[in-house]
Structure formats: C-alpha cells, structure tokens
C-alpha cells in the first residue's frame, strides 16, 4: 500500500508535492521521497521514515522546478531498504523517468524473470521496476505509446504517476483498484491518491481519473487515452480503501469515506443489534462505523478507549511482567464509561485478532465491563490480498483458520458478529459499470494471480464450488 501525488506546472511543486504526501501519511509509513523537474534534469530526494522526520526546507530547495511528483511507501514485513524506496528513476534512451506505484502487480515475477533471462539487471525487489524496465525496451517513438505498450503487458493493481523532465503522465490500471483524483490551482494540475492531498493545498477538486484512463499533462494542455477495451470488464475498486484504508475526510471513488465508514456501521446494527448500555469504538479507525451502529440502535456512543497520537515506531519495552505493552502504549480505557456495563465495541475489521484479544482483556480486568459484545464492520477476512494492501497469508488470517465462534473465544468477547457479505454492499451501486473488489473477503479474484499459482487455483475451485 502506499500514497503517490504529482504536481504539474507550479512553481512550489517540491513544496505542494511533501504537503500532499504529509496528508496521505497513512497509507505509508516505511519511506517517502519526492522527484522534481526543472525541465533539463530530474532531482531525487528519498528517505526511510516519515515525511515529516525527513522532508525539510533544506530538502525541498534542493528539488526545483515546476513539476513533482512523490510516494510514501507502506511498512511490509518484506526488504524495508532505501533501494525499495519511490518515485523509482531511471536514465534511458527517451530521457529521464520517474514513476511513483501504488498498488500490486500480479505477474511482475514472471516478467522479471523474463527479462532477467535476456539481460535485464534489477536495482530494487519492487514489482514497480519491472514497468520501468518495460519502457524502456518498447520500441515505440513517443513516452506514451511506451508507457501504454509497457501497461499492456502488466496484470494486477496500479495507480501511477510517471514525471519526465517535460511531462507528467498519470494512469489508472483497468480494473480501477486503487484510488487516484485530480485536481486543479489555477493552471496547475494535481494527482493525489486521495482527496485529503487536495483539501490541504487548496486545490479544486476536478475528477477521479478513470480505471484504464492514461491522461497526459504537458505544454500543451491535457490529453486522456483509453486504450484499454472499456465496458468488456467491470471495475474493482478496492472495498477495503472505504472499511479501513482511506482517510475519512476523503471522498474517493464517488463517496465520501467517512460516510460509507458510518454506513457499514448502521447496516451492521441493523443485522446483529445486541442489548448494551454503550457503544464505545476502537480508535481510531473503528470510529464512523460505531457512531452509525449507535445512531442505528440509539445505545449511547462513547470513547471507552483513549489512544495516544505519540506512538512512534520502535519504543523500549520494560520486563516481560508487563505484557501486552504494545497495545497498552496505544490505547487506554476510561473507566468511568465502563464500569460495570454492557458494552458494545465496534472495530472496522479482524486481521489477526491479537489486537482485539488484548483490547478485549483490557475493557473487562482494568475498564470494569460487565460484558464485552464484539461487532465488527466488514465480513471476515478469509484471503489474502495480491492487489496491494499487506494483509498476511491464510495461516495468519484469524478468519482463514477458525470459524466464528472459535474466533469468538480466542479473543475472548461474550459475543461477537461480522457484517455479512450481502451487507457490505449496503449503497446502492448508481453506475451499473461500477464494480467493487471484495476478494479478501469471498475469494472472488476478479485479476489473474500467475504469480501465485497455487492459490489461484484454490480460489477458483472455491468460487467454482459456491456458485
Ligand atoms: P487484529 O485484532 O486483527 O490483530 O487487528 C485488527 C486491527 O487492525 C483493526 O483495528 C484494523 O483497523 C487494523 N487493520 C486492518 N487492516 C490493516 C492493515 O492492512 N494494516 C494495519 N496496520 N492494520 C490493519
Ligand atoms: Fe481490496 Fe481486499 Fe480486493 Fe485487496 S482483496 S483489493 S484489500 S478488496
Ligand atoms: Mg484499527
């Protein structure tokens, strides 16, 4: 998972392009890095850690010129190493690249070892350099024609923003799974993964860019390509960037997130209501979801858990005595809200469920509830992700591995319920054309997998059987 933005034709690019990686932080944590332009050359600055720890002024007079582009990388459990880091570069033939990713290609290994079998040398482990080593090779004239030979080539999940020294180029894979809008100052042109970006330049809001659009930025104005056979396939925008992964202020993909988030929570309550005295969240990201499930049953919503926004990554932890320092660090409970009630916690998912366990442990031996009643606002997450969102593997899923109740009593709640499949698609779906990914949860993997054969072929006897 990550964020990427790209400004075009302003002369604080570098400035407005760390503004907009700082408001999408969130979805990466691990790297961030900024490309700019001053037309002849291309200027990198990339850093391990947070936008805000590593991007300063020195930094961004070091990037001139009127066009930008950035990336904050996701914290995986996999090479955590500056050479991971983007916008990724390269010097070619055509000039000078830079290319920003966010999402997950489902066959960069066997093209990899394709290219690396006539020659290709790799720099980094990302599926992302694949693309670059693509264009490179395309023997066609002009860098879009390249880019669009390269994509035809490429499977999975990609949000894109290409910089050259003249031109920016953005482009949205055809399935449309990770978010990307655009956005307008004056005669500046804005790509963000999110709304969010935009709000804190002052940037209009103009358009999503389209799943399968290539849209060129340049001198000369704007030019958006389909070169893509549209209506043949339905999107999948990603359901999990409105359960969890967007920011709430954002409106991607239509909707505002905080209001979807509010959604699955009130359709929650309506199918798995439950005799409570409080309804408190888990924070932060449990937030919306319980304050619809509360406006739904008319329980009290309260914060029974106070979190602290001081978290840093590494922290010293004392005498194993204290366990479960982690969580305790995070978050805390209020007492005086729980003490001796029935309570009903609402979290928007459950990946491993050690978290909740704790959390769970913690409401009943130092907050004093007299029940804990465990409501969740998406259905359980039995599969893995292969379109960039870094969930763990089926043996680590809690939900890949247990049934209901037996989650139920590993994490230790008096009762606990999902919303089901049927009920995530609570909105009504206006655009016939618009289509969700929902592949986490049922299985459904609606772009190849040959990069993981084995599992492709176990999701596809699975859809088979079900249907
Ligand atoms: P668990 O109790 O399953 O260990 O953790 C569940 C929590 O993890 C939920 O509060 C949810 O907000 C959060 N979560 C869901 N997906 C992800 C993810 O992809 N990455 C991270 N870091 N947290 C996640
Ligand atoms: Fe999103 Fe889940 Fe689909 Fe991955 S599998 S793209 S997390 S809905
Ligand atoms: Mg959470």
Redesign the pocket.
């Known amino acids: 998972?990550c964020g990427i933005a790209g400004i075009f034709n302003h002369p604080e690019a570098s400035n407005l392009a760390y503004l907009c990686l700082h408001a999408l932080q969130h979805r990466g944590q691990e790297s961030a890095g900024i490309v700019s332009s001053d037309g002849v050359r291309l200027h990198t600055f990339k850093a391990m850690g947070l936008v805000g720890d590593n991007i300063r002024e020195e930094t961004i007079e070091k990037l001139p010129g009127a066009s930008a582009v950035g990336h904050v990388r996701?914290?995986t459990t996999g090479t955590s190493e500056i050479k991971n880091a983007q916008p990724f570069v390269i010097n070619f033939s055509g000039g000078s690249l830079a290319i920003a990713h966010n999402g997950n290609l489902t066959n960069a290994g066997i093209l990899r070892k394709e290219l690396e079998a006539s020659g290709a040398i790799f720099q980094s482990s990302m599926d992302t350099e694949v693309i670059m080593h693509l264009i490179a090779r395309s023997s066609k004239k002009e860098l879009i024609d390249k880019i669009m030979e390269a994509c035809s080539r490429i499977l999975g999940a990609y949000s894109l923003v290409f910089l050259s020294q003249d031109q920016m180029i953005v482009v949205r894979d055809p399935k449309g799974f990770r978010p990307l809008v655009l956005g307008k100052i004056g005669q500046s042109y804005i790509a963000a993964s999110e709304t969010c970006a935009l709000d804190l330049i002052d940037a209009q809001f103009e358009r999503e860019v389209e799943p399968g659009e290539f849209l060129v930025i340049n001198a000369h104005g704007t030019r958006s390509l389909k070169p893509f056979a549209s209506g043949a396939t339905k999107s999948a925008q990603c359901i999990?960037e409105y359960?969890?992964?967007a920011k709430p202020d954002s409106h991607i993909f239509g909707r505002g997130v905080y209001e979807m988030r509010k959604g699955f929570g009130k359709q929650l309550a309506r199918e798995e209501p439950v005799d409570a005295d409080v309804v408190i969240p888990?924070p932060?990201?449990?937030v919306p979801a319980a304050i619809g499930y509360s406006e739904e049953t008319k329980i009290p919503f309260q914060m029974g858990l106070i979190r602290s926004h001081y978290v840093g990554r590494t922290f010293i932890e004392p005498s194993p005595s204290i366990r479960h320092f982690g969580v305790k660090l995070k978050l805390n409970v209020v007492r005086d809200v729980l003490k001796g009630k029935k309570v009903v916690v609402i979290?928007?998912?459950?990946?491993?469920?050690?978290?909740?366990?704790?959390?769970v442990k913690m409401l009943r031996e130092k907050g004093g509830a007299k029940e804990v009643h465990l409501r969740i606002s998406s259905p359980p997450?039995k599969w893995p992700?292969f379109y960039g969102?870094?969930?763990p593997t089926r043996q680590e899923l809690?939900a890949a591995q247990k049934n209901v109740e037996e989650i139920r009593k590993f994490?230790g709640a008096d009762s606990l319920r999902f919303l089901s499949e049927k009920g995530l698609r609570w909105f009504k779906m206006q655009n016939p054309s618009e289509e969700f990914c929902d592949a986490c949860f049922t299985g459904n993997y609606t772009v190849d997998l040959p990069d993981s054969p084995e599992i492709a072929d176990y999701a596809s006897s699975l859809q088979k059987f079900s249907t």
């Open positions: 998972m996701y914290s999990f359960i969890y992964f888990i932060d990201s449990g979290d928007d998912s459950i990946v491993r469920g050690t978290t909740c366990m704790k959390i997450i992700c969102i870094d969930t809690v994490i």
